[in-house]
């Protein structure tokens, strides 16, 4: 079945890189995307990666794949919740599943 | 086990109709926020609350409108349902001091 795994929470430096894991399961046809929650604020996207613009065009079946998110030299105010979210056409139109979310700490 | 509570898990309206979708949080949030995702679109903000009685529109607002007369309650309203209402409808709420917990969504059709 269909999921979504990230990592619970990461903690940096200001100025440092960060890679943002989320690792999915799809029986269909994925589209993922990236959501960032600033408290008290709207799920803002980011990001989204389709099967047209992603390496894998053979569609179902998709194991344990990272899709991930990567911010450079992040800041203080980088600080939030990254959510990775599978919505997937296969099967279900419209199937969605949240990861629990990353929570990214930026230390001064 | 603290959640957020939508109202229905399907729903079927008739073009025209009046429709109220129904959200309601145990978990004294000041925030509540409702999205609608279509395939390959994800989530898009409709309207959301930072407190009783209040609301703001957000990227996606015509067509709908949004009450909140208690706290725990925030219901979004189809004045009149057309087809291209036809979605997977998202409640959320929130604090300022915690994430967002989200419902289990309420799968409208408009025929």
């Known amino acids: 079945s ?19 894991n989320c690792t999915y399961t799809s029986t269909g046809y994925p589209t993922l995307f990236w959501y960032v929650e600033y408290p008290s ?7 989204r990666e ?16 990272n899709s991930p998110i990567v911010k450079y030299s992040v ?22 599943i949240f990861g629990k979310g990353t929570k990214l700490s930026v230390k001064p | 086990d603290v959640k957020v509570t939508q109202s229905s898990r399907y729903l079927v ?19 509540m926020f409702w999205y609608r995702q279509d395939p390959g679109l994800g989530l898009r ?20 409108s949004v009450s909140r ?3 725990e309650r925030f219901s979004l309203i189809l004045e009149s349902a057309s087809t291209n209402q036809t979605s ?15 419902g289990q969504g309420t799968r409208l059709t408009v025929v």
Not at chain 1, 41 to 47: G, S, T, V, Y
């Open chain 1, 2 to 20: 269909n999921s979504v795994k990230q990592t619970g929470q990461i903690t940096v430096s200001e100025g440092a890189s960060v890679t943002m």
């Open chain 1, 41 to 47: 604020k709207p799920l803002q996207l980011l990001q």
């Open chain 1, 50 to 65: 389709t099967m047209e613009n992603s390496k894998n065009f053979g569609g179902g079946n998709i194991k344990d794949k």
């Open chain 1, 75 to 96: 800041q203080v105010s980088d600080s939030a919740v990254y959510y990775c979210l599978l919505g997937d056409c296969g099967g279900s139109q419209g199937n969605l």
């Open chain 2, 13 to 31: 309206k008739r073009t025209g109709e009046k429709v109220f979708l129904e959200c309601v949080q145990d978990m004294d949030h000041e925030n």
């Open chain 2, 45 to 64: 903000l409709i309207y959301f609350s930072y407190d009783v009685k209040m609301k703001e529109k957000g990227d996606i607002p015509e067509g709908y």
């Open chain 2, 69 to 71: 007369e208690k706290k």
């Open chain 2, 88 to 102: 997977m409808y998202l409640c959320a709420s929130s604090s300022s001091d915690r994430t967002s917990i989200f």
